[in-house]
């Protein structure tokens, strides 16, 4: 899964750099997503965090 989301970062940081401004927010906006959802996907590999619904 890590791989899947640093491929999708990589590709989402070349849209950025030649981005118009007005595609430029939304973007930032996916980019931000993306990198919570890799750090949530490292810290689970890790053990940090359990990812579980605590019911």
Do not use: H, K, S, W
């Amino acid at each position: 899964m890590t791989i899947a989301l640093e491929i999708q970062l990589e590709e989402l940081r070349r849209e950025l750099a030649n981005a118009d401004p007005t595609e430029r927010c939304q973007i930032e906006a996916e980019l931000e997503i993306a990198q919570a959802e890799l750090a949530v996907a490292i810290a689970e590999q890790e053990g940090t965090i359990n990812a579980a619904p605590p019911f």
